[in-house]
């Protein structure tokens, strides 16, 4: 006898598509609430269908059969994007471009169809947020008027469809997925349906026209893109673009990309002008002069770019019972690992001092290789020792107070070299008992000659 089918799950999430036999307010897989509907209201998949056969275009064929033609790309023109997407935008790809409000996205998104009309393609720019004249100040003020630049502004997705057919572009931008909404659709525009069926429709139309489309996409508080997760599944390449508000650097970064690697990072530099690429961002993050204590460099990697990043430290006696401890550019947690490594392996006492600790130029430093930095910034600022000129430091501190080795350690010496570094500290010549010697010398301002001692040329 036939296994009874089991009965399929009458309700799914309209974000994750997860399914359950019985409603729940909150969805068991993305944890997001209110989204889990009927699923035959949804999307009809209770309904049956009927098979249809492929035309012979469309069969499948035998992997070896295939054409191994890479598809071809096309660069956009703005150098640091075209890094950041693997080279260059290829023929029919939905690109999503989210970042929070203010960052600069229709900025960028304005440089890239300029510099795509100057190259011959045709570009229609939708703005779903803005008006046709708003777009066009904007063109004034960052020099992108170009007759091949089409511009529309425009909520409604069927329009938006009919001014793709009228225009032809070879390359089309929706500014934003969020404002844009179908008749088709329940809901206003936002609303994860309207959402998920306006990112649909763009990727399908995008598909048949061999049309690439740079779709910008909003983020929640929480940093994450708003909408239905499916948004990110329905892209082919998902970038954001990120950036402090109180400085004008910006960074592109892929977060999936079918078309190339996404360990690459784009640097961009907002001006009055518009935007600005960074090619060489290594010396954005030093401070000029003399050293003085309190400061050491760093060397991060963004992406597969190693950046030298100044730390600096100031420490100072407590100004009322508990001490200050504040950061900026780095994680506080890590902060305060660091001083609690110093306090008890270098026995530096920090317990009864405000410490303040931030990097140049704002960057946001997240990798465990720059806690040995810090430590020796905050280390030197506790001793009044300045770290000796020239000197870079890369190495994650254990709760032991062992510096571990760092991951693309050679891509970070060579950078620091490029960039003048003669002495490079890291674990390959500290090992644990001498990197506690180290700090242990600098706390003590025992010795005289510490660049003997950090550079770790048999000093210890
Ligand atoms: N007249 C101006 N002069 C100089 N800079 C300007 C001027 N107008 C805007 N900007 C800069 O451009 C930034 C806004 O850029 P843009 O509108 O591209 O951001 P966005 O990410 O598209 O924002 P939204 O999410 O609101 O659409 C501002 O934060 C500001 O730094
Ligand atoms: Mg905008």
Request: charged share 20%.
């Amino acid at each position: 006898m036939a296994a009874k089918r089991p009965a399929p799950a009458p309700f799914r999430c309209t974000e994750c598509g997860w399914t359950t036999s019985k409603w729940a307010g909150r969805c068991g897989e993305c944890q997001q609430w209110g989204t889990v509907v009927e699923a035959v209201a949804q999307t009809g998949v209770m309904r049956g269908f009927t098979a249809v056969v492929p035309n012979s275009e469309r069969a499948a064929r035998p992997i070896t059969q295939l054409s191994t033609l890479d598809s071809p790309r096309r660069p956009t023109g703005v150098g640091e994007f075209d890094r950041v997407l693997g080279g260059g935008i290829v023929p029919g790809a939905a690109v999503l471009l989210s970042g929070e409000p203010g960052v600069g996205k229709s900025t960028l998104l304005l440089e890239v169809a300029a510099r795509a009309a100057r190259d011959g393609y045709r570009v229609l720019y939708v703005s779903a947020e803005e008006s046709t004249a708003q777009v066009r100040l904007r063109a004034e003020r960052t020099g992108a008027l170009h007759d091949e630049l089409y511009i529309a502004s425009e909520t409604d997705l069927a329009t938006l469809i009919g001014h793709v057919d009228e225009v032809k572009p070879g390359l089309l931008i929706v500014d934003s997925v969020q404002t844009v909404s179908s008749a088709l659709s329940e809901g206003l525009a936002g609303h994860p349906s309207q959402v998920r069926e306006v990112a649909a429709t763009l990727v399908r139309v995008a598909k048949e026209r061999a049309m690439p489309v740079l779709i910008v996409g909003h983020v929640t508080k929480d940093g994450s893109i708003a909408g239905p997760r499916l948004l990110e599944h329905l892209v082919d390449v998902v970038c954001h673009f990120e950036g402090d508000r109180q400085t004008s650097l910006r960074f592109v970064r892929a977060l999936k990309n079918r078309f190339g690697p996404t360990d690459e990072v784009g640097c961009f530099e907002m001006t009055g002008d518009g935007i600005a690429e960074v090619t060489d961002p290594s010396s954005l993050f030093l401070s000029t002069g003399t050293p003085v204590s309190g400061t050491c460099v760093a060397v991060a990697l963004e992406g597969k770019r190693a950046l030298p990043v100044e730390i600096q430290a100031l420490v100072v006696p407590a100004s009322g019972p508990n001490p200050r401890r504040v950061v900026n550019g780095v994680e506080s947690s890590r902060v305060a690992m660091i001083l609690a490594v110093l306090e008890r392996r270098a026995r530096l006492r920090l317990s009864e001092r405000d410490v303040y600790v931030s990097t140049v130029g704002g960057v946001r430093l997240t990798e465990p290789a720059t806690d040995l930095a810090i430590a020796l910034a905050i280390a030197s600022a506790a001793t009044d020792q300045p770290v000796p000129h020239k000197v870079a430091a890369f190495g994650e501190l254990s709760l032991t107070g062992e510096i571990r080795a760092v991951t693309q350690l050679a891509q970070r010496r060579a950078e620091a070299t490029r960039l003048g570094y003669e002495e490079i500290v890291d674990s390959s010549i500290l090992d644990v008992t001498n990197a506690l010697m180290l700090l242990q010398v600098i706390a003590r301002q025992a010795d005289p000659e510490p660049p003997a001692a950090v550079t770790g040329r048999g000093a210890f």
